[in-house]
């Protein structure tokens, strides 16, 4: 079995027809019939039954087309690797990053490394700080856009404050400064539990001795504030958040108000060329 019969496999099973894939794959249709015949021969299964209008895949063969994809998906990473190995003018940078970095930090790196080193691509992945922990961990990311983690090499990029935001007419909303403890009585819309950024809050609110209540969740920051725009509570989020939607942002009181973002990376491993070049730039 070749892998060109596995993306020939998957052609078909994607556009449930033999001629049809023949033609887009560009080789004659017995070509493509006995690539077919081949793999199924090879694992003693039908993939396809025929049907008036062309094939569907059999329960079997929706076995061998997840194989596949994911055979494919992994020959395509182990090239990439591969390549990154061997050249960090154009290689392949696999970089994680927080939810909350999206609209602010990454664009702006990403434009600056892409004017030195243009060919070299990354491959991006947004999400939680514990996924990006465990994308670190398993090697599907070689860097990650988040807070300090332990064991891990550390690159400063962003000492960020978070601040208070409130409707526009809120009582708060023409105080310069606010403390925590003022909270006590209000709706707060906040990260779902689970996440990075929610500990954090949780941390702050539960240092002032207070747990107010929970009008709504949102894993997306942006989605907080305009939530709390609409009048729906008051949030803690990112200064760069603040006004977004026609809010008012506030100052915390208190020097701990405030969390560090940075790049990591393992160091119980080589990063490969591109990789490094990535870091070392971030970091120059």
């Known amino acids: 079995m070749m892998l060109r019969d596995l993306d020939w496999l998957l052609t078909v099973a994607d556009l449930e027809h033999v001629t049809d894939a023949a033609a887009v794959l560009g080789v004659p249709q017995p070509t493509l019939s006995r690539a077919i015949a081949r793999v199924e021969a090879e694992l003693g299964v039908r993939i396809f039954e025929r049907v008036p209008d062309g094939v569907r895949v059999t329960p079997a063969g929706e076995l061998v087309v997840t194989a596949a994809r994911e055979l494919g998906t992994r020959h395509t990473q182990l090239v990439d690797d591969l390549a990154s190995m061997l050249d960090p003018d154009a290689g392949v940078v696999r970089l994680a990053f927080l939810d909350s970095m999206a609209g602010l930090l990454v664009p702006r790196l990403l434009r600056d490394f892409h004017r030195v080193a243009p060919r070299v691509r990354l491959v991006l992945r947004q999400e939680p700080s514990r996924e990006i922990v ?15 983690q332990d064991g891990l090499g550390w690159a400063p990029l962003l000492d960020e404050r978070e601040v208070l935001v409130v409707p526009a007419g809120h009582r708060l ?17 906040m990260i779902p539990p689970g996440f990075g950024y929610r500990q954090l809050v949780d941390d702050l609110l539960r240092a002032a001795g207070i747990a107010p209540a929970i009008s709504f969740e949102s894993q997306d920051l942006a989605t907080i504030e305009g939530l709390v725009a609409a009048g729906l509570g008051i949030a803690i989020v990112p200064e760069h958040f603040a006004g977004a939607s026609g809010t008012v942002g506030i100052t915390l009181a208190g020097a701990s108000v405030r969390r560090s973002i940075g790049l990591v990376w393992r160091t119980d491993r080589e990063l490969s060329p591109a990789a490094a070049r990535f870091r070392d730039f971030v970091g120059s």
């Open 134 to 148: 465990d994308d670190l961990a398993t090697g599907a990311a070689d860097l990650a856009i988040t807070t300090r």
């Open 173 to 189: 909303s023409g105080r310069k400064r606010v403390a925590l403890s003022e909270l006590a009585d209000e709706e707060l819309v």
